[in-house]
T-cell receptor, first 113, second 112 residues
Framework: NAGVTQTPKFRILKIGQSMTLQCAQD?????MYWYRQDPGMGLKLIYYSVGAGITDKGEVPNGYNVSRSTTEDFPLRLELAAPSQTSVYFC????????????FGSGTRLTVV | AQSVTQPDIHITVSEGASLELRCNYS??????LFWYVQSPGQGLQLLLK??????LVQGIKGFEAEFKRSQSSFNLRKPSVHWSDAAEYFC??????????FGTGTRLTVIP
């Protein structure tokens, strides 16, 4: 009963470096999401996917890219890290849009210095 | 545009006391409404949800929430708070656009 697994849990990047945040779910959910959480700001949607091969932008997509080659995996790519991308990143999945609630991963805390 | 407002940034209650966390939304139609809880260092966990029907919904851990259309509110309640309820609580609204909009959260502190 793994649910949604995110790796790594913590990461420090230098400005301009790139990295991929991994997200995998084992519940055969069609919908997957990436959010970022900043203090006092709640969660903001970065990208989402409604199924393998289909992705779309959320509220704050600039500086990020995603892909969805399989139902299980939904990696988030940061190409040129900037201090503004310092945040906690959460991946989530859902069986049918948001109607049944989301299952969240435990998050990745990213610091860009 | 849709929005969710949680007016209380931080609430402190004594263990055993009752709790009410406020949530107001802005949306043209009846939205789907959710409450999530986040313990320190953890992801969010679904407490309860409202889609339609009975306006009082029951959730896990003894929480309930009431949808009031006239007030555009979906307040979360618990009759007796336990120390383990200390966490951050998020109200969220789903408007059919494939994603949830979250409020900024309310941090709950429980004192013995």
């Amino acid at each position: 009963n793994a649910g949604v697994t995110q790796t790594p849990k913590f990461r420090i990047l230098k400005i301009g470096q790139s990295m991929t945040l991994q997200c995998a779910q084992d519940m055969n959910h069609n919908y997957m999401y990436w959010y970022r959480q900043d203090p006092g700001m709640g969660l903001k949607l970065i990208y989402y996917s409604v199924g393998a091969g289909i992705t779309d932008k959320g509220e704050v997509p600039n500086g990020y890219n995603v892909s969805r080659s399989t139902t299980e995996d939904f990696p988030l790519r940061l190409e040129l890290a900037a201090p503004s991308q310092t945040s906690v990143y959460f991946c989530a999945s859902s069986a049918d849009s948001a109607n049944y609630g989301y299952t969240f991963g435990s998050g990745t805390r990213l610091t860009v210095v | 545009a849709q929005s969710v407002t949680q007016p209380d940034i931080h609430i402190t209650v004594s263990e055993g006391a009752s709790l009410e966390l406020r949530c107001n939304y802005s949306y043209g139609a009846t939205p789907y409404l959710f409450w999530y809880v986040q313990s320190p260092g953890q992801g969010l966990q679904l407490l309860l949800k409202y889609f339609s029907g009975d306006t009082l919904v029951q959730g896990i851990k003894g929480f309930e929430a009431e949808f009031k259309r006239s007030q555009s509110s979906f307040n979360l309640r618990k009759p007796s708070v336990h120390w383990s309820d200390a966490a951050e609580y998020f109200c969220a609204v789903e408007t059919g656009a494939n994603n949830l909009f979250f409020g900024t959260g309310t941090r709950l502190t429980v004192i013995p």
